[in-house]
């Protein structure tokens, strides 16, 4: 098949004390990390799963143990770019990526135009190709408390 689809998704605790990544941008919000034995990009890491999920490959928390010392802390870019340099990618070109982050708070329109440039980095393809876009959740459950964050991504890949 030349056209693959995946599909990812991660939720991430929200903790004061913790900075902020989202799709590999630090975004300036005292008070309002993300709680992960790495940097906690919960954005990235649902694009690294659509990703992974796309060519079958399993998941990120296989890939990247939370037990495994060398990921403690480290960038989930640094993680994507091994996904996408790793065997199982090769051959293969992203067409397009469409992701949600949802998030009660801060307020992340500001922060999108940087998101996108990051990840169409990231990923090599036009800032064309990549949609981010952000939720609250209307003041319901865990995300609406502000106890946590959320992002969906889906991805297509084609043979190149
Ligand atoms: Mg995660």
């Known amino acids: 098949m030349p056209l693959r689809i995946g599909q990812g998704y991660d939720l991430h605790r929200v903790v004061p004390d913790r900075p902020l ?6 975004i300036p919000a005292p008070g309002w990390g993300l709680l992960g ?3 906690a990009d919960v954005l990235l890491h649902a694009v ?3 990703i992974l999920g796309a060519v079958a490959a399993g998941d990120i928390g ?3 143990s939370d037990q495994d010392p060398r990921w403690h802390g480290i960038s989930s870019a640094l993680l994507l770019r091994q996904v996408l340099d790793a065997p199982a990618l090769q051959g293969w070109q992203l067409v397009n990526l ?3 982050v949802i998030a009660q708070r801060p307020k992340l329109a500001p922060h999108m135009p940087a998101i996108r440039t990051s ?4 990923l090599g393809c036009p800032l064309d190709a990549v949609s981010v876009k952000a939720k609250t959740n209307e003041g319901m ?3 609406g408390r502000e106890e946590a964050m959320a992002a ?3 991805v297509l890949l084609q043979r190149s």
Not at 21 to 26: D, M, N, R
Not at 119 to 122: E, F, H, R, V
């Open 62 to 64: 296989q890939w990247f």
């Open 98 to 100: 469409d992701c949600t």
């Open 119 to 122: 990840l169409a980095g990231l």
């Open 141 to 143: 459950d865990a995300i």
């Open 21 to 26: 990544f989202l799709g590999g941008v630090a």
């Open 48 to 50: 690294t799963d659509a």
């Open 37 to 39: 034995h790495s940097d």
């Open 152 to 154: 969906w991504a889906v």
